[in-house]
């Protein structure tokens, strides 16, 4: 370091050593975030279970941090899922959580996203490829098959029944037929009269249902089995508008709440119907052990029960409690949530008063190193440059050698003159640069200029610096008291002295003597 000052090395150090303890500080006061996942899900419909799966999915990142969802639905679109699908993948999630609308035609776009490195959970409806990580699903042949059953016995083995499908291409649909139709194998008594295909909305099942009725007037039916509650609804309808009220419904889903198929069943506008469900707590935490690389299983299989009106009540009653539970349980995620937003709010602020006080701490600091670093140096450099300097180190106006070395005497010459004239009259405590001047037979302002131009400092700073330095030496060689000495430099007061002194030195006179 060299042409650095001891004082300036000082100053250096101290800023980095704020600076570094800012920065901990500041790196401190950062929110750290261990993972963060982005989860995309494409649900092929919307609709009230849908709703209840999204907000279960919702639900379950309360309980997981950073993990983020993205939603899309494709209104049983398969153009509109692909699309969707596609552009999930292009945000860049991490994990793809799919419904497909029909096993065929979604089937590319999931390829795509597992070919990718995507992992995927393929949920409820399946697909015809087997690239997915893992699949998650109640078992839709066998609800239909139980569902058949109960009908088999309802009817008491002999009857007409009228099924409304859902949507051709999904799986589901296609389980519960077979499921269905197996288990009315056993009933031979009962006929299904005619497969209606549906698309799983209750307007569809209403329309087809409609013009089944309006073409096969006089056909009698004494059940219909909607794949699913709304086409089991759609089907009343439609049969009450035409005059059939003797018939009985069946559908499947049985969502709890004001809408919902247990409410249905036990208010008997439907017969019965089945838990479809939709578990979407269950669903995000498979998908996040995938992503925290923890052990999962690859088909996971969703428990699900008939509702029949012999338990539709307790039922409803235990799905309400439940529900009202999620909502408390929602009210106070929002709870939590808006007094962690207010003490993040309030960290804020701390951290920024912090860093407002470290700063301010550290500018007050630095400022009196430098004052101090700059008197220090003010002192080194008068005392350096008049009385310890020879005529080589004492800058002189470039020139030509002849001319320069000319300069250089001169100065040197001067020098020495003032030197002798300073130390000759150190201890005059009236001493002035007037005085100082006349010994040197220049002006007041000459040798103002004249000091100030080989030195840097003034002749008064400088006349200060020589008393001090004088007295230093006379405090390390004599046994003269401190107020012995402060006379003996020119000072007429011990107590100011020893206050010029602590300025220049950093310490007492009493400490350079100790
Ligand atoms: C919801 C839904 C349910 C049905 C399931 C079949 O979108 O239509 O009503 O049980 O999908 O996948």
Avoid at 64 to 69: A, P
Avoid at 249 to 268: A, F, Q
Avoid at 281 to 307: F, N, R, T, W
Avoid at 410 to 426: D, P
Wanted: aromatic content about 8%.
């Amino acid at each position: 370091m060299q042409g650095i000052s001891f004082e300036e090395r000082k100053m250096a150090r101290f800023f980095g050593f704020w600076t570094l303890l800012i920065f901990i500080v500041l790196c401190l006061g950062c929110k750290r975030q261990t993972r963060h996942y982005v989860i995309g899900v494409s649900q092929c419909s919307a609709d009230i279970w849908r709703e209840k799966q999204n907000a279960e999915l919702r639900m379950g990142t309360y309980f997981q941090d950073g993990v983020e969802l993205r939603f899309a639905a494709a209104y049983d679109s398969d153009e509109r899922q692909v699309e969707q699908i596609d552009s999930l993948v292009n945000i860049g999630i991490d994990l793809l959580i799919v419904a497909p609308n029909q096993v065929q035609t979604i089937s590319p776009a999931i390829d795509r996203a597992y070919e990718q490195g995507i992992p995927v959970i393929v949920f409820e409806r399946k697909t015809n490829s087997q690239k997915f990580t893992a699949f998650m699903s109640a078992d839709n042949y066998e609800m239909g098959r139980q569902m058949g059953d109960y009908i088999g016995k309802r009817l008491g083995g002999r009857g007409q029944v009228l099924e409304v499908m859902g949507l051709k291409g999904s799986s589901p649909a296609i389980e519960r037929h077979n499921g269905f139709a197996d288990a009315l194998k056993q009933y031979d008594g009962i006929k299904i009269v005619e497969t209606l295909q549906g698309d799983w909305t209750e307007q569809t099942a209403y329309n087809i249902v409609r013009e089944w009725k309006e073409k096969n007037e006089g056909e009698r039916i004494d059940l219909v089995f909607g794949m699913n509650d709304r086409s089991a609804t759609g089907a009343r309808r439609a049969m009450m508008e035409m005059g059939d009220s003797a018939v009985l419904y069946c559908g499947i889903d049985g969502l709890p709440g004001e809408n919902g198929g247990i409410r249905l069943v036990r208010d008997s506008i439907l017969d019965a119907s089945f838990i479809y469900p939709t578990y979407g707590d269950s669903l995000l935490q498979l998908a996040v052990d995938i992503l925290d690389g923890k052990p999962y299983k690859k088909e996971v299989k969703m428990m699900s029960a008939m509702v029949t009106h012999d338990n539709a009540r307790v039922l409803l009653i235990q799905t309400d409690e439940t529900l009202r539970q999620v909502a408390r349980l929602d009210e106070l995620h929002e709870k939590v949530n808006s007094y962690m937003q207010q003490l993040h709010n309030q960290r804020t602020i701390n951290w920024l008063t912090w860093g407002v006080v470290v700063l301010l701490v550290t500018v007050i600091i630095l400022l009196y190193l430098y004052r101090t670093g700059k008197i220090m140096m003010r002192r080194e450099r008068m005392v350096n440059t008049l009385w310890n300097l020879n005529a080589e180190d004492i800058q002189t106006s470039k020139g030509n050698g002849e001319q320069k070395s000319m300069e250089e005497a001169q100065t040197s010459l001067f020098v020495s003159r003032f030197k002798s004239v300073v130390e000759a009259r150190l201890d005059d405590c009236n001493l002035s640069v007037e005085d100082l001047a006349s010994d040197m037979n220049l002006s007041r302002v000459q040798l103002y200029r004249k000091v100030k131009a080989v030195t840097g400092a003034s002749p008064v700073e400088l006349l200060r610096a020589a008393r001090l330095n004088k007295a230093y030496k006379l405090l390390l060689t004599t046994d003269k008291s401190v107020s012995e000495i402060s006379y003996m430099v020119g000072f007429t007061a011990p107590s100011y002295f020893t206050k010029c002194f602590k300025e220049e030195y950093g310490v007492l006179p009493g400490d350079v003597r100790n």
